[in-house]
């Protein structure tokens, strides 16, 4: 057993696994802000979806990766805005909304990846992000080395993301308006918060790192898109977050629990481990489950998945 | 409040036009933003939508291939519509599909020596219990513990997706096979098709199903239930109901019907177990069930016209260039229209009131 912990847990897995969770991190950071306002969005993968495929093809044509990472982002932002347009202004079920977004975007990215890049795609590379360029001592750090310093730049802004996330919620008053808004949504707006501009705000904000995480996916080494890149990973995100409760270092250990059962599913099957690989991979499910009955229905946003609607008794 | 009932009312019990208008507006508005995208891409929308309509309904050879697509559609398409008249929302459609499509397989390769009606009714059954066991557990913690419903089933999908992914390449692979895949189910196991073509006797489980459902929602007394366990549990609480296990029934159900159409798949389509035979059809079939106003009669309807959309899309990605795959933003167009227009009086409504306050300051 011992002998078999050596095989598997070894730096490049770490790294490998640090480098799965990051655009589950970076999603679920975007996520944990529109849930806690009371917004549930399971839309999350066809943001990333839009982001993954808008990042390469932006990448590509403007030849300038970060011209694609900004590309994603605003499309992703478009697509936040169309979510917010649905759930918040139009006060549609959240759960259809999400549906219908992530069904358009696996429509729009495919449709979009045939007629602009034509029916072989196989061979067509955008620029895209190296390892960042840290000085050979630190690269060849036994253990730290591999793990730490030899990822890609969205690994950093995706550790960056989560202390920034737990300051604006708990430190600022921007988080102070958030929470009341997914709590208790009539209270906030006698406080003189507007649920309306606050939820806006969160699913545009959702939107944005559903673009970073987006172009994560696509443009740091593969470099190309192809069809359902993302493999369910924004329904990932979201159990991250149900399984942190909604916060965002419990998110981002949750997304780091993920990131690990990837990367042991990943070790199975290049080491030849006589165990289904599945196996990993379904236990995060089921541990996100067990923590919800564990922990009941009172983690849960008070107003979480209900529309709110203004001025109506 | 009193608006609520009489629009639930309304359904339950007598056709309403408005449920028959609006997703034909949906599917209009959803058909005109894909006009938009067809002719961005320097082609005829009329010509690509010819094509859509030639490929799926206008020969009996792409009619009956729509109406292989329709069969899961609209079997999975009630199934929601089943939980969703008492307001739980069941994602995990998908997740009882597959885990029928297995208990199907274990049934349906084995016992080569019962005849074919009982082995069928065996398959069905045995599909569905599995299926109905896979959505108890979301059912039992949405009604004793308050557990978010969407949530549980939308995890559980996954599992069960890795799941059948597990024994396709484990316990019920076929031996020699380079393929993850079953042995084929025994002759018996098969569903007989119909016309010579690869229509099968599915469609007349959708149909049959649909039918007694309209039934069920209409005339008996579970089914009113049901309807007011979703929209006042309380009320239905202080009548003696056992509100809790009616939820907990209404989940086993929805997911025996989500489970006997992945065996129905199996039988029907595939005649073996594979990977990945179904992805989205759960999805999809929230998509069904919404387009028909949630009346069963009317997921036959709805299920027909995404099968055709589905299956058009061939013919016109050959003929014009357009690819398939933009059938599925026409889809998410349709619902967005159908639900926005459904809950447009209310918006209205909302928003008058807004200017009459902010103008009375």
Redesign the interface.
């Known amino acids: 057993m011992g002998e078999l912990a050596s095989v598997i847990f070894t730096a490049e897995f770490l790294g490998n696994s640090l480098r799965f969770a990051t655009p589950l991190i970076l999603a679920a950071m975007g996520g944990v802000v529109n849930e806690r306002t009371g917004v549930l969005n399971l839309g999350m993968d066809g943001m990333m979806l839009i982001g993954a495929f808008s990042a390469f093809a932006g990448s590509y044509f403007t030849g300038n990766a970060w011209m694609g990472v900004l590309i994603a982002v605003i499309s992703c932002l478009l697509i936040g805005l169309l979510h917010a347009f649905c759930t918040v202004t139009l006060v549609m079920n959240q759960v259809v909304v999400a549906v219908a977004i992530n069904t358009f975007s696996m429509g729009l990215a495919s449709s979009l990846l045939r007629t602009l890049f034509g029916t072989s795609t196989s061979a067509l590379r955008s620029p895209g992000f190296e390892n960042i360029a840290w000085p050979q001592a630190l690269q060849d750090l036994p253990f730290f080395g591999p793990v730490l310093f030899q990822q890609t730049i969205f690994v950093y802004i995706a550790i960056l993301a989560v202390p920034t996330i737990w300051w604006v919620f708990f430190k600022s008053t921007w988080g102070l308006s958030i929470r009341a808004v997914g709590e208790y949504p009539k209270a906030a707006e006698t406080m003189g918060v507007s649920v309306t501009k606050v939820r806006y705000l969160a699913l545009l904000f959702a939107g944005a790192m559903g673009g970073l995480s987006g172009a994560a996916l696509s443009i740091t080494g593969l470099n190309t898109f192809i069809d359902n890149m993302t493999a369910g990973r924004g329904f990932i995100a979201f159990a991250c977050i149900i399984f942190g409760r909604f916060h965002p270092v419990g998110a981002g250990l949750g997304a780091l629990m993920f990131g690990l059962a990837q990367g042991l599913q990943l070790r199975i099957q290049t080491v030849g481990i006589p165990m289904p690989y599945q196996i990993p991979i379904m236990f995060p499910y089921i541990i996100t489950i067990v923590l919800l009955v564990a922990m009941g229905s009172g983690s849960v946003p008070a107003g979480w998945g209900t529309p709110y609607y203004p001025d109506e008794e | 409040m009193g608006e609520d009932n009489k629009k639930s009312l309304g359904f339950a019990s007598r056709i309403n036009w408005s449920g028959i208008v609006t997703p034909l507006i949906g599917i209009a508005l959803g058909l005109s933003v894909g006009a938009i ?1 067809i002719w961005s ?1 320097g082609v005829n929308p009329l010509h690509a939508y010819y094509y859509l309509l030639e490929g799926s309904l206008l020969s009996w050879a792409s009619l009956s291939g729509t109406l292989v697509k329709t069969v899961p559609l609209a079997l999975t398409g009630l199934a929601v519509l089943y939980s969703y008249k008492s307001e739980i ?1 069941n ?1 995990g459609a998908e997740g009882q599909v597959y885990m029928g499509a297995i208990g199907a397989t274990i049934i349906g390769i084995n016992f080569p020596n019962v005849p074919a009606p009982l082995h069928i009714l065996m398959v069905l059954v045995f599909a569905g219990i599995l299926g109905g066991a896979f959505a108890f ?1 979301p059912g039992y ?1 949405k009604a004793y ?4 419903e ?3 089933t ?3 999908n ?2 069960a997706l ?2 059948l ?2 024994i396709v ?2 316990p019920l692979k076929e031996p020699d096979s380079f393929f993850p895949r079953s042995v084929p189910l025994v002759d018996t196991a098969v569903l007989p098709k119909l016309f010579g073509s690869h229509l099968h006797i599915g469609i007349v489980f959708a149909v049959v199903l649909a039918i007694f459902l309209s039934w069920f929602f209409r005339r008996t007394t579970t089914g009113f239930k049901m309807i007011a366990a979703g929209h006042n549990p309380n009320a239905l609480h202080y009548a003696g109901v056992n509100v809790k296990m009616l939820l907990t029934k209404v989940m086993v159900v929805s997911g025996f019907i989500a489970g006997a159409a992945g065996a129905v798949e199996i039988m029907g389509v595939h005649g073996r177990l594979i990977e990945n035979f179904s992805i989205g059809l759960g ?1 999809d079939a ?2 069904v069930a ?1 387009l028909a106003n949630l009346s069963p009669l009317g997921v036959l309807l709805s299920a027909l016209f995404f099968g055709a959309l589905k299956t058009g899309a061939n013919s016109m990605q050959i003929s014009t ?3 398939v ?9 349709v ?2 229209f159908v ?2 227009s459904k ?1 447009m009086p ?2 209205i409504a ?1 928003y008058n ?2 200017r009459r ?1 902010k103008k009375n300051g």
Do not use: D, H, T, W
């Not at chain 2, 513990?145 to 978010?148: A, E, F, L, V």
């Open positions: 995208f891409q929302f994602i557990i913690l513990k308050g557990i978010n969407i949530v549980v939308m995890l559980m996954y599992i890795y799941f992914s597990m390449q484990g999805y929230i998509a919404l260039g357009i690819p795959s933009f059938v599925y933003m026409v889809q998410a167009m619902i967005l639900v926005a809950e209310r918006i909302i009131k807004r306050v």
